[in-house]
């Protein structure tokens, strides 16, 4: 056998290396080549293949580039909003020594993104407590927190963390006097002003800035520096939106005739995919506007948003009258049985018989105070306007209310959407003092309880159930006629209690809805019948019911009513 020379083998053993060198360094740059051209795809596959075969070095020098270029990969598919296919490159990095912590916020804006505000946080708040650069983290906390958390004080909180070193960004000022006056309404004056007046400083043509301060000014009743904003808010291109804030805040503080007139903007508003409008909008032609000469015309008054609307507008209907030719009213199905028995001496339709209605003009119901140029002294029918036949009242006495002497209150403590959104509804274990109170009765006259608050009330207490038995609002005016009193927030049940004349105690939290200009003493000027209970702060319902509880206890001793009847006990708790 031949021999084999050492240095033969020496120099094959070299050329094995060098050309696994050359190998791994051909790979490594053809890698990089295809995740230069954008060729993410391919490149990062080149890098997984080659990486496990590298020694030490190159293996985390390789893998530094690997995660570099998946991070653009990534970002690429976030710039085309893929959020999932950025997640699943953000999950591989995860396995890697070395991975960048952005990467914790990155998932956490992707799982923003993808509807998981929760996870979200959890990897935004991991980012917060690694990273020392974690400013920007705060905006991102706040925003998810605030829009998708909606808990704005903990974006509140988020924000003023933020605020340390952005001292001149004027959105967060801003944002921070928003969250402020929409949480704690009534509460944190200072602070809601402070922070808007300084983002009005960063930012004096800013429209929202203007506008949140305005907003704030009018709430407060500082009608002074809430005209003026208003007045600057009027040359920075303002949104419906923003007119009808302006009407809004120009009608509570009893100025009718312009607020009526910039409320007209509630039908261009950016945000009308919840309202309620009937299909007569799509002929604009026979639209009423204030131009318009109605003498001797045909005017179809038609309904828009709730019910509410629709029984405290109704009132102008005599008045309108004396201005056209004819007053047809089109209105929503479940009023028509308590509009007809109420006499109102007109035509009455609903949104089936639109198209064989014959008429010259078409009008809002809210715009009913602009056409009878009503003022806060001349609102008519204060006293009531809406009736039920006395039969009709009978009959629900006698099938659904108890034959006792007991003091009968009805309550209704919550309303729509739209009285959540404002802080309207009172949570009804503040009420739970009514039942207590000897020789009275509460019904309760909610239609709906989305969160079954009637299911959790204590045993030793009763609340006798009459929302089912409702099928239209003639029912709950029937209902409400057999009761000694009403006490109920700002809905629909309200509004009809004054349209009927109903002895009520209203209750109010601090900060209003627009059209309640008037909360103090024995009326709301819309209702006479309507005795205002407003809270001293927000949300302070404890004082509002005691105050309640206080005259209902004047009002039992001296009650020396009785009725006949007995209740159908399937409708008692």
């Known amino acids: 056998m031949a021999q084999i020379s050492k240095r033969l083998i020496v120099r094959q053993e070299l050329n094995a290396i060098n050309q696994k060198d050359l190998a791994d360094s051909l790979g490594i740059y053809m890698a990089e080549h295809y995740c230069r051209n954008k060729d993410y795809e391919k490149g990062l596959s080149e890098f997984k293949k080659i990486i496990p075969t590298l020694d030490l070095h190159e293996r985390d020098s390789a893998i530094q580039k690997y995660i570099n270029f998946s991070m653009q990969y990534a970002e690429e598919f976030t710039k085309v909003s893929k959020w999932a296919e950025a997640v699943e490159i953000y999950k591989d990095l995860m396995n ?34 690694i990273s020392p650069e974690k400013d920007d983290v705060y905006v991102y906390l706040a925003d998810i927190t605030y829009t998708d958390i909606k808990d704005n004080a903990k974006a509140i909180e988020y924000y003023e963390k933020a605020l340390a070193s952005n001292k001149n960004n004027y959105s967060l000022y801003n944002m921070l006097g928003h969250l402020y006056s929409t949480h704690y309404q009534d509460k944190f004056k200072d602070k809601q002003i402070e922070y808007l007046k300084k983002a009005y400083e960063l930012a004096p043509n800013n429209r929202i800035v203007v506008k949140n301060l305005a907003y704030v000014y009018g709430k407060f009743h500082e009608t002074q520096k809430a005209d003026e904003f208003y007045a600057k808010l009027m040359y920075l291109n303002p949104t419906h939106s923003d007119l009808h804030s302006y009407g809004a805040y120009l009608v509570q503080h009893k100025r009718f ?13 950016e945000d009308l995919k919840f309202a309620s409008f009937p299909k007569l909008f799509e002929n604009k032609k026979k639209r009423w506007n204030i131009k ?85 002294e001349t609102i008519p029918f204060a006293k009531g306007y809406l009736k039920v036949p006395k039969t009709a009242i009978n009959a629900y006495r006698k099938k659904y209310i108890n034959d006792n002497n007991k003091f009968k209150i009805g309550i209704a403590f919550e309303g729509t959407m739209a009285s959540k959104e404002t802080d309207r509804d009172i949570p009804l274990h503040f009420l739970y003092p009514l039942m207590e109170l000897p020789n009275v009765e509460v019904y309760s006259f909610q239609v709906d309880d989305i969160s079954r608050q009637m299911d959790q009330i204590p045993d030793n ?60 003493g024995d ?30 206890k004047k009002m039992v001793s001296k009650n020396k009513k009785s009725t006949t009847g007995n209740i159908n006990t399937k409708n008692k708790k």
């Open 96 to 129: 890697y020594n070395g991975f960048p912590v952005s990467i914790f916020k990155h998932i956490g804006l992707c799982m923003k993104s993808m509807g998981n505000a929760d996870l979200a946080i959890r990897f935004l708040k991991q980012y917060e407590e």
């Open 257 to 269: 005739s312009e607020g009526f007139k910039f409320l007209q903007h509630r039908f261009q508003k």
């Open 292 to 376: 318009a000469n109605i003498q001797g015309k045909h005017i179809l008054v038609h309904f828009e948003q709730g019910f509410g609307d629709s029984i405290m507008f109704v009132r102008f209907l005599d008045k309108l009258k004396t201005k056209c030719g004819k007053v047809s009213l089109l209105i929503q199905e479940k009023l028509v049985k308590l509009f007809e028995d109420s006499k109102l001496d007109v035509d009455i339709y609903t949104e089936a018989d639109i198209d064989k209605i014959k008429y010259d003009y078409y009008l809002p119901m809210m715009d009913l105070p602009i056409v009878c140029e009503v003022t806060p």
């Open 461 to 520: 207490l009763e609340l006798i159930r009459l929302g089912n038995t409702f099928k239209n609002w003639e029912d709950t005016a029937s209902a409400m006629n057999c009761m000694d009193l009403m006490v109920t927030t700002d809905n629909g049940v309200m509004n009809l209690a004054g349209a009927l004349g109903i002895k009520t105690c209203g209750l109010f939290n601090t900060i209003t809805e627009w059209r309640w200009f008037k909360t103090q």
């Open 523 to 552: 009326d709301i000027a819309w209702y006479k019948s309507i005795k205002p209970y407003q809270a001293p702060t927000s949300k302070a319902w404890d004082i509002v019911v005691n105050n309640v509880v206080i005259d209902i």
